[in-house]
Structure formats: C-alpha cells, structure tokens
C-alpha cells in the first residue's frame, strides 16, 4: 500500500507559527507522546529529564549555523543582489553552490561585489555556472585559508533565519543579536549548516549539566542541514519524492555510549530528525550504530523499521513536510496526527522557533 503525502496535511493557522524564541532555551513547551499506551502529556522542556535515566544516550547534531545570506552588488549596475550559500564544491578552487535573488538579473560571467558596513569591498565573486532557476555555481577571490573565508563570511554575511520568520516579523524590533545566539545550538561545533537543527535549540548549559549528572550519556554526530530539508513535496506518491543529499559524519566516539544503552535494553534518543536521518545511515548488520561518513539522501516515511533509536525529541512541523512525516514513521501517523490535534488546541509555537514533542 503506498504512503500519500495527503495524509500529513492538517489546518495550520499562521498565527501559531513562531517568529522569536521563548525567552530561555529550556522553558518552551514540550508534548510527551507515549506510543505504547497513546498517553498525550503537557510539560516544559526542562521536564525533558524525568523521562530519562542513568544509562540512557542522547544523540545531538553538532553541526553549526555559518551566516549564509550574503547581499552583494552587480558589476557595472550595482544591483542589490541577495546570494545564500548552499554549500562549499570546491574549496581549492573556492566554488559554492549559491542561490540568488533576484535570479533573472545574474548570468554566467557577472562578478559580484560585497562591501563592509564602512561600503569597502572586500570579498569578489563570479558567476561560473547555472544550476536550478535560482541556483547558480560561484566562484569568491580571496587570499587565504577556508578559515579565513569563513571569518569574512562574520563580517558580511548574516544568520540565516528561515525568510517566513522574516516575513512575520515585519516591522517588529528583535534585539540585537537574538538570532545571532539563539539560532544555534549551545554544543555547535562543526561549521557548515544553513538551518538549525531545531530540536537541539531547547537544550541550556544548566538542562546538559542536570542531564549529565544524572548519568546520562551524550553522543554527537553531524549532519550539515541544507535547504533540501525544507523542500516541499511534490509527489502523492511517497516513494517517489527524492530528498537532496546532505553530508553527514558518525565518528567512532560518538558509538560506543549509544551502543552500549542499545545493548542494556536502555533509551536512545535522537535529538531531531537530522540526528534520526544520520544514525539511520550508520546502522550496521548487527542493527548498532557504525562509524559512517559521505552523503545521505535517506527519505524516511512510514512503514519503516526504525533500528537505533527508541526516544526522539523534534519540534512541530508544517503540513506535508518530509520532517512530520518522518516524525509520524516514528510515532505512528494516527497517533502524531491526534498529538498535531492537541497541539493546535493548545496553541503550541510550530516551527524552527517553536516548542518540543518528545516521542517515548
């Protein structure tokens, strides 16, 4: 039988779509979903802990945001161009994959100018290549290391705020540097996402600190989220749709926690789908988790045998999107879709932004 995308679809009003964080990372909301018994809970995040016990595994994405939405100007007519930087092809020849806006103004061969808040130019760009509609195929001039890049990138470039949290926001003051701080996980570490992964924005230094003296264990693994995340659905036909690869990396260090807890009959839980995408990647022929690395395009939607982790924090997601319906995979579609329900009475914030379900 196959899977519809028209199953995950649910009225969302907008108004419960988050534009700014809670005010701490630990004091969103969280939903405890029980799948044995159907039980549906109301807690804070902070509560997170008492569902957890000596022995048992977290697993984070240790990935970090870098600002990619750059705005350059056009050679010769000094067009406002905005380009967001998909992700690094070659970084001897300095060539990224980039999207640009507006698409119609940029062809092959045009350089691009980026200045300093002071309008000095300091970073140059050409156009190599097209790929998509609004994608093209970069090449930036600079001397130097990809460090050295990258510290350009703090200089011109700015967080990367899914554009509906921009669009909602309107003319509302945000403080300064909220975006800077709190779009980003308090444990990121290896540069190269542009988005967050979200579930792992509710996790403070005191919960981290409560956790590990309670004896629980942490793993990191690391997967660059890309835009391919968010990409809708086309297809009513799940087994069609093919998710865009991201690159993903489970070292050795991050085995031996999660397979011991596998083995002591003990929760594993996944901190997010990308952290869910990138062990699912990594399982080995005794169904444990292997030290694995490259790209992962895995699509993850029901039926499917889950075979690492048996506890899964991720926020609320948008109708028809790859992200609920891995969650429903994991949950069980009528039970997630019941919970999405209860959720949307309850005026739970969807969303990067937004609050926490654990699924247990």
């Known amino acids: 039988m196959r899977t519809k995308l028209s199953s995950f679809d649910f009225e969302l009003n907008e108004k419960l779509i988050a534009d700014v964080p809670a005010k701490r990372r630990d004091e969103s909301r969280l939903m405890v979903v029980h799948r044995d018994t159907g039980k549906i809970e109301?807690?804070?995040?902070?509560?997170?802990?008492?569902?957890?016990?000596?022995?048992?595994?977290?697993i984070f994405?240790?990935?970090?945001?870098?600002?990619?939405?750059?705005?350059?100007?056009?050679?010769?007519?000094?067009?406002?161009?905005?380009?967001?930087?998909?992700?690094?092809?070659n970084n001897e020849a300095k060539l990224w994959d980039v999207l640009v806006d507006p698409a119609r103004k940029i062809r092959v061969g045009n350089k691009l100018y980026f200045s300093d808040k002071d309008g000095n130019d300091i970073l140059v760009a050409e156009v190599v290549d097209?790929?998509?509609?609004?994608?093209?195929?970069?090449?930036?001039?600079?001397?130097?290391?990809?460090?050295?890049?990258?510290?350009?990138?703090?200089?011109?470039?700015?967080?990367?705020?899914?554009?509906?949290?921009?669009?909602?926001?309107?003319?509302?003051?945000?403080?300064?540097?909220?975006?800077?701080?709190?779009?980003?996980?308090?444990?990121?570490?290896?540069?190269?996402?542009?988005?967050?992964?979200?579930a792992g924005l509710h996790f403070s230094h005191e919960l981290m600190k409560k956790l590990e003296i309670k004896g629980i264990d942490f793993s990191e693994i690391t997967l660059h989220i890309g835009l391919g995340t968010f990409r809708s659905i086309d297809v009513e036909d799940l087994s069609k749709h093919k998710m865009d690869a991201e690159y993903f990396s489970v070292p050795e260090a991050a085995i031996a926690n999660v397979n011991r807890s596998i083995k002591n009959n003990k929760r594993v839980c996944a901190?997010?789908?990308?952290?869910?995408r990138s062990i699912e990647s990594a399982v080995s022929a005794t169904n444990t988790l292997k030290a694995a690395e490259g790209w992962t395009n895995l699509f993850i939607y029901p039926p499917y045998d889950f075979s690492i982790a048996n506890a899964m924090i991720t926020n609320f997601h948008l109708p028809k999107s790859s992200l609920i319906i891995m969650v429903s995979a994991f949950g069980g579609r009528d039970l997630i879709?019941?919970?999405?329900?209860?959720?949307?009475?309850?005026?739970?914030?969807?969303?990067?932004?937004?609050?926490?379900?654990?699924?247990?």
């Open 61 to 89: 994405n240790n990935t970090k945001v870098f600002p990619a939405r750059m705005y350059g100007k056009k050679e010769k007519t000094g067009a406002k161009i905005e380009v967001f930087l998909l992700r690094e092809l």
């Open 271 to 276: 901190v997010g789908t990308t952290s869910m």
């Open 337 to 360: 879709m019941e919970a999405y329900d209860q959720a949307i009475k309850e005026k739970y914030r969807f969303f990067s932004y937004g609050d926490a379900m654990l699924i247990i």
């Open 130 to 198: 097209n790929t998509t509609s609004r994608g093209r195929t970069i090449r930036f001039f600079y001397e130097g290391t990809n460090e050295d890049f990258f510290n350009i990138l703090k200089q011109l470039g700015q967080t990367p705020i899914p554009k509906y949290i921009q669009t909602k926001r309107g003319e509302k003051k945000i403080p300064a540097g909220l975006d800077e701080e709190r779009y980003q996980t308090i444990y990121a570490k290896e540069i190269g996402a542009v988005a967050a992964p979200t």
């Open 42 to 58: 109301h807690k804070l995040f902070k509560d997170v802990i008492d569902y957890f016990d000596d022995g048992d595994t977290f």
